[in-house]
C-alpha cells in the first residue's frame, strides 16, 4: 500500500494561466476528493468521484474548475485563468465505498501560488 | 449550513499532560466522525474514527462521541512534544463528504 501521492508537490503560477495536479489514489479505493486548504482554515470539500462518476461538486466551485477521473484511477483537477486567490493547498483524498470504514486518506498536497 | 466549530488555540499543556480537544458539530444525521493530525505545512494524517456514542482508546488517544449533545473530543495522554500540531475534526454526512472544524493547534512545551 503506497498511500495517494499527488503532483506536483509545489506549483507557482501567474495569475491568467492553467494548472493541472494530479491525484493518484490507493490502489483498491473507488472514491477519490478533492479539497482545498488556505492558511488557518480547515481542508474545503471540492468535488469527488466513486470510480469514474463526479458525483458532487461544491457550489462553491467555479466553473474554471473542472475535474476528471477518466477511467476510475487516478484524476486530475485543472484550474483555468488562475487568480491570487487560487493559491492555497489542494488535497486529494481517497478511501473505499462498501469497505468497513469510510475513511478518508489524504495525500501529501499540492501547493498552488499564483503571483 | 452545516458547521464543525473547534476552538483554535493555541492550547498549551506541559509535557506528560493530557491534552483535551473538543468539536461541536451542527447536524444530527451526521454518522461518522474523524480526528486527524496536521503539521505545519503537511497534509492531514488521520488520528481516530469513531461512530457510535461512547469513548474509544487507541494508545494514547482516546475519542469520545456525544451524539444527542452533537459533541465530540480527542484526549491525548502522557502528551510529548512531537503531539504538537493542528489537529482537525472531521464529520462525515450523509453524502460521505467531509467536514472540517478550523482546527485547534496544540502546543506541548517540555
Known amino acids: 500500500d503506497t498511500g495517494v501521492s499527488q503532483d506536483p508537490r509545489h506549483k507557482i503560477t501567474k495569475r491568467g494561466q492553467n494548472v493541472t495536479f494530479r491525484c493518484d489514489p490507493i490502489?483498491?479505493?473507488?472514491?477519490l476528493y478533492w479539497y482545498r486548504q488556505t492558511l488557518g482554515q480547515g481542508p474545503e470539500f471540492l468535488t469527488y468521484?466513486?470510480?469514474?462518476?463526479?458525483?458532487?461538486k461544491s457550489r462553491l466551485l467555479s466553473d474554471r474548475f473542472s475535474a476528471e477521473r477518466p477511467k476510475g484511477s487516478f484524476s486530475t483537477l485543472e484550474i483555468q485563468r488562475t487568480e491570487q486567490g487560487d493559491s492555497a493547498m489542494y488535497l486529494c483524498?481517497?478511501?473505499?465505498?462498501?469497505?468497513?470504514?469510510?475513511?478518508?486518506?489524504f495525500g501529501p498536497g499540492t501547493r498552488l501560488t499564483v503571483l | 449550513q452545516k458547521e464543525v466549530e473547534q476552538n483554535s488555540g493555541p492550547l498549551s499543556v506541559p509535557e506528560g499532560a493530557i491534552a483535551s480537544l473538543n468539536c461541536t458539530y451542527s447536524?444530527?444525521?451526521?454518522?461518522?466522525f474523524f480526528w486527524y493530525r496536521q503539521y505545519s505545512g503537511k497534509s492531514p494524517e488521520l488520528i481516530m474514527s469513531?461512530?457510535?456514542?461512547g469513548d474509544k482508546e487507541d494508545g494514547r488517544f482516546t475519542a469520545q462521541l456525544n451524539k444527542a449533545s452533537q459533541y465530540v473530543s480527542l484526549l491525548i495522554r502522557d502528551s510529548q512534544p512531537s503531539d504538537s500540531a493542528t489537529y482537525l475534526c472531521?464529520?462525515?454526512?450523509?453524502?460521505?463528504?467531509?467536514?472540517f472544524g478550523t482546527g485547534t493547534r496544540l502546543q506541548v512545551f517540555p
Open positions: 469513531i461512530y457510535s456514542n
Open positions: 483524498a481517497s478511501s473505499l465505498r462498501g469497505g468497513s470504514t469510510d475513511t478518508q486518506y
Open positions: 447536524d444530527r444525521v451526521s454518522q461518522s
Open positions: 490502489s483498491e479505493h473507488n472514491r
Open positions: 472531521a464529520v462525515n454526512w450523509v453524502t460521505d463528504k467531509l467536514i
Open positions: 468521484f466513486q470510480n469514474e462518476a463526479q458525483l458532487e
